[in-house]
């Protein structure tokens, strides 16, 4: 059986089309190395099986891109990750890289922050203390006063899921907070909410290693099987129907919630 060249394939998508020219943003490759027929895998792509994809079922996207590439040895990547296709470096708190070994703290050259090698986003990696700021069972309200975000509505500051951290729960409230810290987060006061594109990056289309989420979990740990806020309000809301564009970890969806359910948040920076 002849193995395919590992290349990026195309998808014909028209919703990632729109945001393709929306947003100049990288997209990662989807991490997907299981092939399928109609009812069960048929392998995951790797040196004993090259192209595990049965003939009836072609042009899987298991056999193409990153993640393809990257189980042969193929894929050059500037820090590192076991997930297929994904490349990533560790960030510590004053902003420097640190190395693949590097551990979560709250000293200067502590791990603190995931830089995405693909796409130049930073991430924030969440805490595991329920009274610290980033606490990564904190929970918020999506509420934003700008226009230009909020698409007129800016909805909900009823949020109540972050344990007396801050004196409303809702996002901007923690935005406003993480870019007040001393010295900011990882060296930086610009961080955001990330749109629903740039959130999405982090979606894996199947879980790694044995993890219950999809997303990497050597690179971003304590990151709980939930939905996250993005800064995407729905289009054409009304002040009865008012909600933003959540991004779901513990299944790969995207899912419509009202500004004034509680969900979880992940600062960005970069990029835009």
């Known amino acids: 059986m002849t193995m395919p060249i590992p290349r990026r394939g195309v998808l014909f998508a028209p919703w990632l089309l729109l945001a393709a ?3 100049a943003l990288p997209l990662p490759d989807s991490a997907q190395i299981s092939c399928f027929d109609e009812t ?3 392998g995951s792509v790797g040196p004993g099986t090259p192209d595990p994809q049965p003939a009836t079922h072609p042009g899987q996207d298991c056999v193409y891109g990153r993640s393809a590439a990257d189980r042969f040895d193929l894929l050059s990547k500037v820090g590192g990750s076991g997930v297929p296709g994904r490349d990533y470096s560790k960030i510590a708190n004053n902003g420097s890289v640190l190395p693949a070994d590097a551990q979560l703290g709250s000293g ?4 603190a922050c995931t830089r995405d090698n693909d796409t130049g ?3 924030e990696i969440k805490v595991d203390d329920a009274n610290h700021l980033r606490h990564l069972s904190h929970s918020y309200s999506w509420y934003d006063t700008d226009p230009a975000i909020n698409a ?3 909805g909900s500051t009823a949020g109540t899921g972050c344990n007396g951290t801050l004196p409303q729960c809702h996002t901007t409230a923690y935005r406003d907070a993480v870019n007040a810290l001393p010295g900011g987060l990882c060296g930086a006061t610009d961080w955001r909410l990330p749109d629903l594109v740039e959130l999405t990056t982090l979606q894996l289309h199947e879980r790694f290693d044995g993890s219950l989420t999809y997303i990497d979990p ?3 740990p304590v990151s709980p099987a939930n939905n996250y806020w993005s800064g995407r309000p729905l289009a054409g809301a009304t002040a009865t129907v008012d909600g933003a564009w959540t991004v779901g970890f513990g299944t790969p969806r995207n899912f419509p919630v009202p500004k004034t ?5 992940r600062l960005v920076r970069g990029g835009q």
């Open 21 to 23: 020219q929306a947003q």
């Open 40 to 42: 069960s895998s048929t």
């Open 108 to 111: 200067p050259g502590d791990w």
């Open 121 to 123: 986003l930073i991430w």
């Open 152 to 154: 007129g509505l800016p």
């Open 218 to 220: 050597v690179y971003f």
């Open 261 to 265: 359910a509680s969900r979880q948040l």
